[in-house]
């Protein structure tokens, strides 16, 4: 992928402040970070998402993530973390290179996460359930 940000960090075209490395991942700082510290994990090949990723390599990356927070946790004093991914444009995702956030968290650091709303009218949070998983 040509133009792909995250392949041009992994093979050292642009530069980045790694963290961690191995074979199959890469981790590095978030360039604008929620709070400081604030880390990405990603596969060191090239999938735009969670849909495309294969499952194998999700599970290299969440376990990469699962070291880095508790390291980001120690070095900054974190009081709580985020794991998050954005899949898509309507979910907020701007680099189409799969990755993880890893984003330590302060009480009262402004940073909000969703609002919840009473969005199923009487059965239909049966119905729903039934529709997802005749798709697994
Ligand atoms: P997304 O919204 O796609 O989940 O998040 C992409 C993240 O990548 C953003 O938080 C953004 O700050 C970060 N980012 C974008 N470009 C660069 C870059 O060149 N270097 C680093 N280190 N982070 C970047
Ligand atoms: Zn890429």
Same mark, same amino acid.
């Given at each position: 992928?040509?133009?792909?940000?995250?392949?041009?960090?992994i093979?050292?075209?642009?530069?980045?402040? /790694?963290?961690?490395?191995?074979?199959k991942t890469l981790?590095?700082?978030?360039? #604008?970070?929620?709070? %400081?510290? +604030?880390?990405? &994990?990603?596969p060191k090949e090239?999938?735009?998402?969670?849909?495309?990723?294969?499952?194998?390599?999700?599970?290299?990356?969440?376990?990469?993530?699962?070291?880095?927070?508790?390291?980001?946790?120690?070095?900054? /004093?974190?009081?709580?973390?985020?794991?998050?991914?954005?899949?898509?444009?309507? #979910?907020?995702?701007? %680099?189409? +290179?799969?990755? &993880?956030?890893?984003?330590?968290?302060?009480?009262?650091?402004?940073?909000?996460?969703?609002?919840?709303?009473?969005?199923?009218?009487?059965?239909?949070?049966?119905?729903?359930?039934?529709?997802?998983?005749?798709?697994?």
């Amino acid at each position: 992928m040509e133009e792909c940000i995250f392949c041009k960090i992994i093979k050292g075209q642009i530069p980045s402040t /790694k963290i961690y490395e191995d074979d199959k991942t890469l981790a590095f700082l978030d360039i #604008a970070p929620v709070n %400081i510290g +604030h880390a990405l &994990i990603i596969p060191k090949e090239h999938y735009a998402n969670i849909y495309e990723t294969p499952e194998d390599t999700m599970s290299d990356i969440i376990k990469v993530a699962k070291k880095i927070s508790l390291a980001v946790k120690e070095a900054v /004093k974190a009081e709580g973390v985020n794991i998050t991914m954005n899949n898509n444009h309507a #979910a907020g995702q701007v %680099i189409f +290179h799969s990755h &993880i956030h890893v984003i330590p968290r302060f009480s009262n650091d402004g940073f909000e996460l969703w609002h919840g709303k009473r969005a199923y009218e009487d059965d239909e949070m049966k119905s729903v359930a039934e529709n997802i998983t005749s798709k697994l």
